[in-house]
């Protein structure tokens, strides 16, 4: 008899230790709280400056319940909004990869979207051309087109955005409801000029398309941390901004896709050294990776 109080004893004690897979990823991810950086002083333009935002804690954002991928809907879907070129393409291309190996999803494309299909009262016209209201994009036009297995649509708009007529622009806008989104490469440089254009465009495409797709999964922007999911005003504060997530929005990440932190910085270390070449971003991976290992 005291023999098996003692086993249920042990089994008891061994279970009330053993972390939970949650506490787990939080574990992991904390080890890359060495390379978070505080957040710093904002610019009098900047984006904190006009909005009051808090930081949301890891459990805040597990108890909203977030949007997750589940088994049916499982899959991130892009789309190409209005006329893009070869090297507009490329950066399609690129972003598709990119959002595969940030969030640990399957990544498809879906038939391009003429710009002439919106009516022309979410339409105005600015120096960039044709400009469009991302209202009806997010609240009409990227509902009504998500296939059955797309956990999140976001359209890669050639023209530039406005969410609102007392808005100049955008660079992009997510529903969280919905979860769709769109950003806009209209303002993110002239890639058409020289290799080092095309890569400066190109990083900006990035880190606005992870952004976004960040909001979609419930994450809010952090303010305590540099970080890809930072506020933006304008194109120089996003130039300041880290393509990387802090520690603690990617044990957001983690929780949510029930994934470890070390497939999503093995396939960002991956992606870099052989699609953007970027040093300061395979350096950050590099020593993201040092730190995940036993």
Not at 28 to 47: Q, T, V
Not at 152 to 163: C, H, M, T
Not at 201 to 210: F, I
Not at 216 to 244: K, T
Request: contains cysteine.
């Amino acid at each position: 008899m005291r023999y098996h109080l003692f086993i249920l004893l042990s089994f008891f004690l061994l279970s009330c230790t053993q972390p939970s897979a949650e506490e787990t990823l939080r574990g992991e991810c904390k080890k890359l709280s060495a390379l978070d950086e505080p957040k710093k002083n904002p610019l009098p333009e900047d984006w904190i400056t006009y909005h009051t935002e808090v930081q949301e804690p890891l459990n805040v954002y597990l108890k909203k319940n977030p949007p997750s991928p589940t088994a049916r809907q499982c899959s991130l879907y892009i789309v190409q909004l209005g006329t893009f070129d070869a090297q507009s393409r490329q950066l399609i291309a690129h972003t598709r990869t990119y959002l595969q190996a940030f969030f640990q999803l399957p990544v498809a494309e879906l038939p391009a979207i003429p710009v002439s299909s919106i009516p022309a009262e979410y339409t105005r016209k600015n120096s960039y051309g044709i400009q469009l209201k991302t209202t009806f994009l997010l609240d009409s036009l990227l509902p009504a087109l998500m296939p059955d297995s797309a956990f999140a649509l976001i359209a890669f708009s050639a023209n530039d955005l406005y969410p609102a007529d007392d808005w100049n622009f955008v660079f992009g806008q997510a529903g969280l409801q919905s979860r769709v989104g769109v950003w806009s490469i209209a303002r993110l440089g002239n890639y058409h000029q020289a290799k080092a254009a095309f890569a400066k465009t190109e990083r900006r495409v990035l880190q606005v398309a992870a952004h976004e797709t960040g909001h979609i999964f419930g994450i809010p922007h952090c303010v305590q941390y540099e970080c890809c999911m930072n506020g933006s005003n304008s194109l120089a504060e996003s130039d300041r901004q880290r393509l990387w997530l802090c520690s603690e929005c990617l044990a957001k990440i983690c929780s949510n896709r029930k994934i470890a932190p070390q497939y999503h910085v093995r396939s960002l270390l991956q992606f870099h050294q052989t699609v953007t070449h970027d040093r300061q971003l395979i350096n950050y991976y590099r020593k993201a990776w040092a730190l995940l290992q036993p």
